[in-house]
């Protein structure tokens, strides 16, 4: 059976053309990120600012076109989809955004996020069929379609807002979603709800996930497989559990050490840091490893080459280091 | 550091943040928001003070009262928005009593803010020195450009900053020197308070890290006070000497950042640090209903009744005082005695 999704080789690049000039910047390099069609799995996508992980969202959405590479859905090229069978995977692929405030519009009740998906999927034949349907999916996010449906946004708490669009997703019933940073403006103490909701789609309803995030502790917390990017290039990859519990490669080892401890009495390691402005960083495309300018274990090869990835742990634990060559 | 500096601070090195005496104290600020429907209460009868040295951490959920709070101390309340009642005192000024000229003058000299977004603060099209210079010369008598030159690269050194930046326009620094950069600017006239909203908010982890340290620096070497707001409880435990705590337009605790971390009282408090992700260990998630009251109608008692595992009658009848339950362990919280031992609750 083929994989769920895959991605081949993915590349994008942003300017650079006869038409919007300027400097190449490389988004996303020779990507490659597999999820299996059984059983359901969350797959975290991490990385700083300006990684390049809400590219790749955009591309597995459709929202932008890859420069190279392929992505395939089920066996089929999704750049080959057109007419029913895009319809399908529009279908299959859902997404749940950032942002849970700007993703309504203020006009409409919130019932008319539910009422077009149905109305554009063709999903009932009658109003009271399409009610049981959103009432069906509304519970599986705890919510009463009672309490909110006649409601407009600004009524609604951003935890609420967020649960209201995992909702929208499941209620197609897709294969996978698309969740990019859901929980970043979700308050605190609510995120735990967001993220549980995530594990029972993935666990009772069988829906996989790729978990697009910056925040290494919630990608920990529920994430099946990991891939840290630094620069449109993956740096690490492997099992969740794995690769943060034994980071190898020196930018997750520094992405690592940095994240505050929730406790007064550890504090953060005071050795000097020092940081690179990132412009300088990001204009070669090709030359040798991104991370060089801030290595702390760099040395001359890693100029001239790109580390390509090494095994370095069990199963698919990967990082693109170097340091790792030899215990291939 | 300049000359000035070390002389009208003369606790340089070596600050613990338990320095004796109040930097500002803040007395029964209520700060509504004017709505055809009823007023918000953004900020609802909200007491603290801030020590001289000491990091003080506000947090809570985002619309609960924090960059309200810090705008009313700073006197920059805008309209719908209006000071209701309350005193703000810094070094012993009540800022409500002064006019527009007389708070010219207190801002930025005594009293500095980092706003929330600051690297989107700076002017585009304004080198970072000549920015720098806008503000001290607004503020303080003309002085040579050599003279200013120094003092700008002092400050950048202060905060870690190369001295290219000097000459270098916003757009060529990344987010974390540009943060840097109006941490350098809200220290440059050498004030009491800084306010900080959200200072690391937009940054990276390793980036988040770095401007920390900036600031944990710049307390130790100048001794000042300041306000950290945010959310991220992670940062505030590296962070802060105190914290207060925030929910809906109320102060619900307030400790030492040890004491809060090692026995939150309130159960929001208790909340906000159990649903820190961790990355030591995989645990279940812990789950909590999450319904808010309108704001414009807070319910009768205690504000967070809706939302707590343990309400009990009592909390819906009468408000709960903020009481030291431990020692400098302020809670507003109906599960403790007078002397801090918790009632048996359902």
């Known amino acids: ?328 | 550091m300049t000359v000035e500096m070390t002389q009208t601070r003369p606790a340089t090195g070596g600050f613990d943040g338990h320095g004796e005496g109040a930097a500002l104290t803040v007395k029964e600020l209520k700060v509504y928001y004017h709505t055809p429907t009823g007023d918000v209460r953004a900020v609802d009868s909200v007491s603290f003070e801030v020590r001289k040295g000491e990091i003080m951490g506000l947090v809570g959920e985002s619309g609960c009262g924090k960059t309200t709070t810090a705008m009313a101390i700073l006197q920059l309340v805008q309209s719908p928005g209006r000071i209701v009642g309350g005193s703000v005192e810094l070094d012993g000024i009540d800022l409500m009593q002064l006019n527009s000229a007389e708070l010219r003058d207190v801002r930025w000299t005594r009293l500095s803010l980092i706003p929330q977004g600051a690297m989107n603060s700076l002017n585009p099209v304004m080198l970072i020195n000549s920015q720098i210079k806008d503000a001290i010369q607004t503020h303080e008598a003309r002085s040579s450009s050599a003279e200013l030159k120094e003092r700008i690269e002092n400050l950048f050194q202060l905060v870690g900053l190369p001295s290219r930046v000097y000459n270098m326009y916003p757009h060529e620094l990344s987010g974390g020197m540009k943060q840097r950069a109006c941490i350098a600017m809200a220290i440059a006239l050498n004030p009491q308070l800084i306010i900080a909203d959200e200072p690391t908010s937009a940054l990276d982890v390793v980036v988040q890290r770095v401007v920390g340290q900036t600031l944990l620096d710049v307390k130790r070497r100048l001794g000042i006070s300041m306000i950290v707001i945010g959310h991220d409880m992670g940062l505030m435990a590296q962070l802060v000497d105190r914290l207060a705590v925030m929910y809906a337009g109320r102060m619900v605790e307030i400790a030492p950042v040890k004491s809060m971390f090692a026995e939150p009282l309130h159960p929001y408090a208790q909340l906000l640090i159990e649903s820190i992700p961790s990355i030591k260990e995989r645990k279940p998630l812990r789950l909590t209903e999450g319904l808010t009251h309108d704001l414009r109608t807070p319910p009768t008692g205690c504000i967070f009744q809706m939302r707590c595992p343990h309400v009990m009658d009592i909390c819906r009848e009468a408000d709960p005082p903020l009481r030291e339950l431990r020692p400098n362990h302020q809670t507003a919280c109906h599960l403790y005695e007078d002397d801090g031992t918790p009632i048996p609750h359902p």
């Open chain 1, 1 to 328: 059976m083929p994989p769920l999704l895959e991605v081949q080789n993915a590349t994008k690049l942003y300017g650079g053309s006869l038409l919007s000039g300027g400097p190449v910047t490389v988004a996303l390099q020779d990507y490659n990120l597999t999820i299996e069609e059984s059983p359901a799995t969350i797959t975290a996508v991490a990385g700083e600012s300006g990684s390049g992980k809400s590219t790749l969202a955009n591309l597995v959405l459709g929202f932008t076109s890859l420069t190279s590479g392929n992505i395939i859905f089920r066996g089929r090229n999704v750049k080959e989809m057109i007419g029913q069978e895009r319809m399908q995977y529009r279908r299959e692929v859902q997404a749940v955004f950032q942002d849970p405030y700007a993703v309504y519009n203020p006009f409409y009740r919130v019932k008319h996020v539910f009422d077009m998906i149905i109305h554009n999927f063709k999903m009932a034949h009658n109003v009271r069929d399409g009610r049981e349907m959103i009432e069906d999916a509304l519970n599986v996010v705890g919510l009463r379609g009672e309490e909110i449906l006649e409601k407009y946004p600004h009524q609604l708490s951003g935890g609420q807002r967020q649960r209201i669009m995992m909702a929208r997703a499941y209620m197609l019933r897709p294969r996978l979603i698309v969740a990019d940073e859901p929980v970043s403006m979700v308050d605190a103490s609510l995120r735990a709800m967001i993220l549980d909701i995530m594990l029972r789609l993935r666990d009772e309803e069988g829906i996989s996930f790729l978990y697009i995030t910056h925040d290494l502790s919630t990608a920990y917390q529920i994430g099946d497989a990991i891939y840290l990017l630094y620069q449109g290039v993956i740096a690490e990859s492997g099992e969740t559990t794995s690769v943060i519990e034994n980071p190898k490669h020196p930018y997750v080892q520094l992405l690592l050490d940095s994240i505050p401890v929730p406790d007064p009495d550890i504090k953060w390691g005071s050795e000097d840091m020092a940081t690179v402005d990132d412009e300088e960083m990001r204009i070669s495309v090709d030359s040798g490893c991104r991370f060089y300018p801030r290595c702390s274990q760099r040395f001359d090869r890693c100029l001239e080459l790109t580390p390509p990835p090494f095994s370095v742990g069990e199963k698919d634990h990967q990082a693109a280091c170097f340091l790792y060559e030899d215990k291939r």
